[in-house]
Structures are given as structure tokens and as C-alpha cells.
């Protein structure tokens, strides 16, 4: 199973955290050798010297954030939908295409037809062929068992209220502070969340390290023709740079698994620092990201 991070950052204004919309994308996106800096305990696999987790800071703005309505899918959906229902004009009521009261049995051959293509006549009488584990029988839906037929309506003729009809179909929550539906996506309260953690951007910058696609060292030139002798020269990875008397400037490519984790690690203490200044943070201590982990 996947791991993601949930972030958001908060600065310090007059005293007491406050929540900003902006986001550092590297602290946000999927990238394993960054959650091991942020947290050693997470998905560290290379062994990284990373922060311990502290929790979430008990002066937390708050706990949900970033509220993502679903009132135009909703309401979309609601308006301009429909769904199939065996309408029974005699009653002026409709039941569920799949009420039991509506299942006929039928025959394997008249099923494996219904299954492979439905004529317009058949159309009007059955909605679906339905087949049941061993031992096995077949059915269709017959809306002629209630005197109906199935109609496409309008989800407005079929649902009194948006509420009805997503309780029905959708089943976003409700959310009373927002008086809307739809989902937080970060809710520091949810269940799956773990190792809570929040670092301030000095605490981030202790971190950030010089680093290069390529390391150098020096070896001597008796260890050279040993590599010669036992596997026929250097590494692919590796090429001489100098040589200098009896000693050979090495360069070598650094493991991607190391380089592109601090990497991206240093470009999210970048794009803290890019946030500090929009908003005229003065202090690194004054500016944080508080965050946690799903599984």
C-alpha cells in the first residue's frame, strides 16, 4: 500500500498561528526520501538521518483544512440526470428497477440472448438479465409483473430534495461549519492519519545540504591496476578526472535513491522561503508546515 503526505502551512502573526492557502509542492507530493527527512520513522529504507516526530503543535490554527465543495457535481447531477424506475402509471408511483417484486424467471437460453444483445421489443419489457450464484438460476427484470414500464425520469421527479437524492446516490457528507457538501483534504482528526509532525523553516534549513549529481575522490594508481587485473577497470558509474603521480582523480555518479530526494527536499525549504516572503514573515521560526501520513 501506498504512503502520501497531508500538508498545510501556518504562519505566526500577533502572537498566534494562522492557516495560508500556499503550499510547498515538494512537501506535498509522494517522494519517500523526502518523508524519511521529514519523519525517519516513515518509509525510511536508505537509513536517513531525519527529523523525530513531534506530533501536531497544540497551538494548531486548526484541524481540517482546505474544504473541497461538491455542491456543483451535486447540484449537477441532480438537475440533469436520470435514472431508470418501472413506473406504474395506474398508481402514479415507481418502484426501484431492481425491487425482488419485479424478478421473473427465465430459461438459460432466453438469458444468454437477453445477454448478448436486447431487441427494442425486449427493451420495453426487461430492464437487465440477472443471474445468481450455483446453483444457478436466471432472471430478468419484468416491469409487466406490476403493470409498469421503465421509464428514464428526471432525478427531480424521483427526489424531493438534494438531501434525498444524495443520501441516495452520492453520500458526500454534510459539513455544518461549511453548509455544504463535500470533504476536507487534510482532516488532522481522520483515522488513517499517522505520525502527526510539524518543523518550522530553521528547523528545515539544518537539512539542507550542499549537493551535486556527481562525487570526486582520489585513489592510487596500484589500486587502479588491481581493478584492472580483477574486473577489468573501473565501474561504469566511475571515470578518471587527473592523474598525479601515483594518484587518480576519480569522479562517480551519486545514487539517484540519495540525490533526488535532498533534491526535492531543498527545493520545498526553497519554496518555504518564497511563502515567508509573500507574507512578509521576518523570523524562519514564524513560519511552519505541520503534517502527517496516510498508509
Known sequence: MGCDIHTIVEIKQEGKWKYVPDLPDAFNDRCYGVFSILNRNVRNY???????????????????????SQDDELTGAYNNKTGFVCWIEESQSFISPYDESLKSEIDFELYEEL????????????YMPLQTPYPQKYFVQDASKVNGEFLELPFTFLYKTIKDFNDAYYRFAWH???????YYEVDFEENDFHSHSHLTLAELRTKVVDISSNKSFTISRDFITYLENEIGGLPDTMMVEDIKDDTVRITF???????????????????????????????????????????
Do not use: W
Not at 536508505?46 to 473541497?68: C, L, Y
Not at 445477454?115 to 426487461?126: L, V
Open 176 to 182: 455544518e461549519n461549511e453548509k455544504d457538501y463535500g
Open 115 to 126: 445477454n448478448s444483445g436486447m431487441t427494442k421489443e425486449q427493451k420495453t419489457r426487461y
Open 253 to 295: 555518479d551519486v545514487d539517484p535513491d540519495d540525490f533526488y530526494p535532498q533534491e526535492s527536499y531543498n527545493n520545498g525549504v526553497a519554496e518555504l522561503e518564497q511563502i515567508k516572503e509573500k507574507y512578509n514573515i521576518e523570523n524562519d521560526e514564524n513560519i511552519r508546515i505541520v503534517f502527517a501520513f496516510d498508509s
Open 46 to 68: 536508505n537509513g536517513r538521518n531525519g527529523f523525530e516526530g513531534n506530533g501536531i503543535p497544540a497551538d494548531i490554527s486548526g484541524k481540517k483544512f482546505r474544504f473541497v
